[in-house]
């Protein structure tokens, strides 16, 4: 998951531009081709943060997910900046024909998973009823007893293998096309796994993951070539596209505006942040995390705007971060619950549990001292 997270990073630059790497001639865009592509960007790009967001509070109740520290995310940036120079390093020494196949064939298998994770309750739904639903589990143990350590522990059924079979046409036809359809598919499942898997444990280290991925984009996209150079010259289903000139062409329009899934990937795991905290206060609305929404709806605007008045591609975060960060907490600030929000761990249910753990293991060790006096 890392490597997906550092890859989508190299895409951040060619937020909601043109593809300039399409070799074909390309049809002019319309006003009303412009306006149809940019809306349908900015819809795809909120479906993965709410669905996502609202799939992490589940995943998060079910499982344990492993959480990004204080200096987890401080280092992000420069880890992600050290994946991104490389980058750049390969693309010179080597042909991007073959840097890409190999890159193809990467996220081929990794589409069809993350698509067949999304989809394998819905696939599942539309299975008939003559084909028996059958359950596996594979296991791979090391050790034995108490110490013993699963390996591979994974539960699946005969309806996950149809989702995965029917998943593997999409890839197919991404595969053998590069259809930009195929592409968004890929790419919104990529975004919803990533947003509902990564976790923040709290927002200080939401807002230190943020902040630096802030000067990050600004100073790899305007600093110096290297976001640009990389971005065009890396191709895999890690950016949402739509064509500008669907109107007049169809399906086989070749025109497009893209917005890069870190701009989709890194406010959403701070924005699924938001919805677990709302739902911590045992409120009944939801409001952090729909004033947040609505803050990146507006962030993506500004982008949007600012990209078509200076005809230059724009680093999307130097719009959302602020947006992200700066509304939560100016509401906390204006409603007296700023204290709770940086107070506030997605782990603080554990600890609480352990520590009455801790409690009843006192009072039976404190029960069991007295019956020995006596």
Same mark, same amino acid.
């Given at each position: 998951?890392d490597?997906?997270v550092?890859?989508?990073?190299?895409?951040?630059?060619?937020?909601?531009?043109?593809?300039a790497?399409?070799?074909?001639?390309r !049809?002019?865009?319309?006003?009303?081709?412009?306006?149809?592509a940019?809306?349908?960007?900015?819809? #795809?790009? #909120?479906?993965?943060?709410?669905?996502g967001?609202? &799939?992490?509070?589940?995943?998060?109740k079910?499982?344990?997910?492993?959480?990004?520290?204080k200096?987890?995310?401080?280092?992000?940036?420069? #880890?992600?900046s050290?994946?991104?120079f490389?980058?750049?390093?390969v693309?010179?020494l080597?042909?991007?024909?073959y840097?890409?196949?190999?890159?193809t064939?990467?996220?081929f298998?990794?589409g069809?998973?993350a698509?067949?994770?999304?989809l394998?309750?819905?696939?599942?739904?539309?299975?008939?009823?003559?084909?028996?639903?059958?359950?596996?589990?594979? !296991?791979?143990?090391?050790?034995?007893?108490?110490?013993?350590?699963?390996?591979?522990?994974y &539960?699946?059924?005969?309806y996950?293998?149809?989702?995965?079979?029917?998943?593997s046409?999409?890839? !197919?036809w991404y595969?053998?096309q590069?259809?930009?359809?195929?592409?968004?598919l890929f790419g919104?499942?990529?975004?919803v796994?990533?947003?509902?898997?990564?976790?923040?444990?709290?927002?200080?280290?939401?807002?230190i993951l943020?902040?630096? /991925?802030?000067f990050?984009?600004?100073?790899?996209?305007?600093?110096?070539?290297?976001?640009?150079t990389?971005?065009?010259?890396?191709? $895999?289903?890690?950016?949402l596209?739509?064509?500008?000139?669907? /109107?007049?062409?169809? /399906?086989a329009?070749?025109?497009?505006?893209m917005?890069?899934?870190?701009?989709?990937v890194?406010?959403?795991?701070?924005?699924?942040?938001?919805? &677990?905290?709302d739902?911590?206060l045992? &409120?009944?609305s939801?409001?952090?995390?729909?004033?947040t929404?609505?803050?990146?709806?507006?962030?993506?605007?500004?982008?949007?705007?600012?990209?078509?008045?200076?005809?230059?591609a724009?680093?999307?975060l130097?719009y959302?971060?602020? $947006?992200?960060?700066?509304?939560?907490? $100016?509401?906390?600030?204006i409603?007296?619950?700023?204290t709770?929000?940086?107070?506030?761990?997605?782990?603080i249910?554990?600890?609480?549990?352990?520590?009455k753990?801790?409690?009843?293991?006192?009072?039976?060790?404190?029960?069991g001292?007295?019956?020995?006096?006596?």
């Open positions: 998951m490597n997906f550092k890859s989508i990073l190299a895409q951040t630059s060619e937020n909601l531009t043109e593809n790497g399409n070799k074909t001639e !049809t002019p865009s319309t006003p009303e081709g412009m306006a149809v940019y809306g349908s960007i900015v819809f #795809m790009a #909120m479906l993965p943060i709410i669905f967001s609202y &799939r992490s509070v589940v995943y998060h079910e499982k344990k997910p492993e959480k990004m520290t200096k987890d995310a401080a280092m992000f940036p420069i #880890m992600a050290c994946a991104l490389a980058l750049y390093i693309f010179k080597f042909s991007k024909e840097i890409n196949l190999l890159l064939g990467y996220f298998f990794l069809i998973l698509l067949t994770h999304l394998s309750p819905v696939i599942g739904n539309l299975v008939p009823a003559a084909i028996p639903n059958i359950p596996f589990h594979i !296991t791979f143990k090391q050790g034995e007893g108490e110490t013993a350590q699963y390996l591979i522990d &539960r699946f059924s005969t996950d293998v149809v989702s995965l079979a029917a998943c046409l999409v890839g !197919t595969l053998l590069k259809h930009w359809v195929a592409n968004n919104l499942a990529f975004a796994n990533a947003v509902e898997l990564l976790h923040l444990n709290n927002v200080v280290t939401g807002c943020l902040c630096g /991925l802030f990050y984009d600004i100073f790899w996209v305007f600093g110096t070539d290297v976001m640009v990389v971005a065009k010259s890396f191709e $895999a289903p890690i950016k596209v739509f064509p500008q000139d669907l /109107l007049t062409n169809g /399906l329009a070749n025109n497009f505006a917005l890069g899934l870190g701009d989709i890194i406010p959403g795991i701070f924005i699924a942040l938001l919805l &677990r905290f739902l911590s045992k &409120r009944k939801k409001f952090y995390f729909h004033a929404i609505v803050a990146y709806f507006l962030g993506l605007m500004a982008t949007i705007f600012v990209m078509h008045v200076f005809k230059h724009q680093p999307a130097l959302l971060v602020p $947006a992200c960060v700066g509304t939560p907490l $100016a509401l906390a600030l409603k007296g619950d700023l709770a929000l940086f107070k506030y761990e997605d782990s249910d554990e600890k609480v549990e352990e520590k753990k801790e409690a009843k293991d006192g009072k039976q060790q404190a029960s001292k007295k019956e020995k006096v006596k």
